[in-house]
């Protein structure tokens, strides 16, 4: 990615005069020494930390660059953003604007047919589905939107891009995402066996709260506290997703299932140790393979592992959401490898559990506590969580229906007088 030059320039002397140059440009601040070019010179600096490209550029009439503007925002959103929002720009950005704007292109230039050719070169690429090409075209088109606001782009040049309408569904060459289902308990149950003791309760947990893998795996001991509520245990996230909208902290009760899953795992652990730790759970796995081999040691495998244990790990202590990923899809492998053709674990990811406690919680509750549980703001999200829960609703009613038409007239009376 290319970067800004963020040293400011010098205060200088140019025979009598106080200057600074930048951009290949003199500017001339007033007399040498004097408070008047201290003043100016204060100002200037201040003008171009601010909008380090647009005052230099905008005196002599030169439009920034692509690649400019490009660099200005990242170092923008990398201070303001949060990382995975920032890496989705970056990822816009550096594989696609860039790869073919990314030579000294002004933002002038770049019209709606520019931003086309970008979206045709996602399309090309197979990356990305409908929906993610038309989110990084929006983040493309909110950069320039930002220029705007900081005097890098022209307003029309911005208003233009707003123009390129999202891809409809069926645009040919495009492709979409089968939507995402809970996973049934049955099948979580008949994959636990294979999992390691901490992978194991990790699920338990994630499908017990409905959190997010991420914030399921990344629970740290400190963040549990057991003071607040007699009953209850609060696991208080530092962060997470929505919380610049919500403005408010995210903070996830614990009753008494979850405590017991939990509490094993606590013990003896400092404060920012991981609850549900990687790298234990892989030695929970070298140690139930060494417990299950059938053939003898070799001297040298012996010296192997005792050099492992003498080492550190270079295991991360960490779950992330694809670490979480693969160990549930390596449980599944593992125990497909034993059971018979009509038993085999069905393919799933830690992404579905979530669909799956919002479904439960709407069957067994209503649509309200799901919403409480997933914790969203509005309902429109958590119905593309429980459309399941809508589906077997509608069976029940289905099975229950009555036939308005049918003809109920009952069987006149015999007249008892006759």
């Known amino acids: 990615m290319p970067k800004l030059k963020n040293k400011p320039p010098k205060y200088a002397k140019l025979k009598q005069y106080a ?36 005052a230099p550029l905008k005196e002599e009439g030169i439009s920034v660059t692509v690649n400019e503007l490009a660099a200005a925002f990242l170092d923008h959103a990398k201070a303001t953003l949060a990382k995975p929002n920032y890496e989705h720009h970056r990822t816009a950005i550096g594989d696609f604007l860039l790869k073919l704007y990314g030579d000294a292109t002004p933002t002038d230039q770049f019209k709606p047919s520019c931003l086309k050719l970008v979206r045709q070169d996602m399309i090309e690429s197979k990356r990305l589905c409908r929906n993610g090409i038309n989110d990084y075209i929006r983040r493309i088109v909110r950069i320039f939107s930002w220029g705007v606001e900081e005097e890098l782009v022209d307003p029309n040049t911005a208003l233009a891009l707003k123009a390129v309408k999202s891809l409809p569904e069926g645009y040919p060459d495009t492709f979409d995402y089968e939507p995402r289902e809970p996973v049934p308990d049955e099948v979580i149950r008949r994959t636990l066996p294979f999992m390691p003791p901490t992978l194991a309760a990790l699920v338990k947990l994630q499908r017990l709260t409905g959190c997010r893998p991420s914030e399921i795996s990344n629970m740290r001991v400190g963040q549990i506290d057991k003071t607040t509520d007699p009953d209850l245990w ?47 759970s892989a030695e929970e796995r070298n140690i139930e393979k060494r417990a299950n081999r059938k053939t003898k ?23 992330n959401k694809d670490s979480y990923r693969q160990a549930v899809e390596y ?5 497909n490898k034993t059971l018979p053709g009509n038993e085999k674990i069905p393919h799933w990811t830690p992404y579905q559990i979530r669909h799956t406690a919002a479904t439960a919680m709407e069957m067994e509750e ?32 289905a099975r229950n229906r009555q036939n308005p038409f049918e003809d109920s007239s009952e069987t006149p009376e015999e007249n008892p007088a006759e």
């Open 234 to 280: 609060m696991y208080r996230l530092p962060q997470h997703k929505t919380e610049k909208k919500t403005k408010r902290k995210k903070v996830i009760p614990l009753g008494k299932p979850e405590q017991e899953i939990l509490a094993p795992f606590l013990i003896d652990k400092d404060s920012e140790a991981a609850v549900f730790s990687l790298r234990q």
């Open 366 to 397: 209503n649509f309200e506590a799901s919403m409480i549980l997933l914790d969203h703001e509005k309902p429109t999200i958590t119905a593309r969580y429980t459309t399941q829960a809508r589906l077997k609703k509608m069976k029940e009613l």
């Open 297 to 319: 040691i070799s001297p040298a495998q012996e010296a192997r592992e005792a050099a492992k244990v003498a080492k550190p790990s270079n295991v991360a202590e960490f779950y």
């Open 19 to 54: 200057v600074a140059y930048l951009n290949g440009k003199t500017h001339y601040l007033g007399l040498y020494g004097s408070e008047a070019s201290r003043v100016a010179y204060a100002r200037f600096i201040a003008e171009n930390r601010v909008n380090p490209l647009f």
């Open 331 to 335: 449980a599944i492998n593992e125990g």
